[in-house]
T-cell receptor, first 115, second 115 residues
Framework: AQKVTQAQTEISVVEKEDVTLDCVYE???????LFWYKQPPSGELVFLIR??????QNEISGRYSWNFQKSTSSFNFTITASQVVDSAVYFC????????????FGTGTRLQVFP | DTEVTQTPKHLVMGMTNKKSLKCEQHMGHRAMYWYKQKAKKPPELMFVYSYEKLSINESVPSRFSPECPNSSLLNLHLHALQPEDSALYLC??????????????FGEGSRLTVL
């Protein structure tokens, strides 16, 4: 069965610190997709990134970077030089090729960035 | 601003009331989704409509009745709800399969309180 685990419930950092959010997944499919979404206090989930299971290249987008390691079934997210606006709940999610319309979310990590 | 619009933003209803949540997108997306999110929990998939046809029903109780009148609109009709149904109801849309686009666009949600 598919499962996404985000062991960190809450993380607090001071502005300009780097922070890494962990995500570990389980799936029997060889083809699957991993995602990160951000949920600010306003409520809507904002898409950050998608990775498919055949693409293990790490990605960097501005202050954000993602490390995908199939060997450890992990898809970690790092924010460099965090800012107050990064404060939100971050969800890691998984969908499998057999049913790509079903997105399985992890329990989320609440990030608080203090000035 | 989100491109998926949900109304109302807040709804309070009694257990005998009948109400509806509405979702609208004008991005030409072929799939629309209802998710339910309880406080401090991840979103849980309820229904998926693909090309205006119900494609996924995650064993949702019949007191929740989805409707997709056209490709831009998605409704969720509510009847005889229970207090435990109080939650944030999120609508989302997607164009193509995750393998093609990788992005789900979410609305800001309708926060429902059942008294």
């Amino acid at each position: 069965a598919q499962k996404v685990t985000q062991a960190q419930t809450e993380i607090s950092v001071v502005e300009k610190e780097d922070v890494t959010l962990d995500c570990v997944y389980e799936t029997r499919d060889t083809t699957y997709y991993l995602f990160w979404y951000k949920q600010p206090p306003s409520g809507e989930l904002v898409f950050l990134i998608r990775r498919n299971s055949f693409d293990e290249q790490n990605e960097i987008s501005g202050r954000y970077s993602w490390n995908f390691q199939k060997s450890t079934s992990s898809f970690n997210f790092t924010i460099t030089a965090s800012q107050v606006v990064d404060s939100a709940v971050y969800f890691c999610a998984l969908s499998e090729a057999v049913n790509t319309d079903k997105l399985i979310f992890g329990t989320g990590t609440r990030l608080q960035v203090f000035p | 601003d989100t491109e998926v619009t949900q109304t109302p933003k807040h709804l309070v209803m009694g257990m005998t009331n009948k109400k509806s949540l509405k979702c609208e997108q004008h991005m030409g997306h072929r799939a629309m989704y209802w998710y339910k999110q309880k406080a401090k929990k991840p979103p849980e998939l309820m229904f998926v409509y693909s090309y205006e046809k119900l494609s996924i029903n995650e064993s949702v109780p019949s007191r929740f009745s989805p409707e997709c009148p056209n490709s831009s609109l998605l409704n969720l009709h509510l009847h005889a709800l229970q207090p435990e149904d109080s939650a944030l109801y999120l609508c989302a849309s997607a164009n193509g399969r995750y393998s093609d686009t990788g992005e789900l666009f979410f609305g800001e949600g309708s926060r429902l309180t059942v008294l």
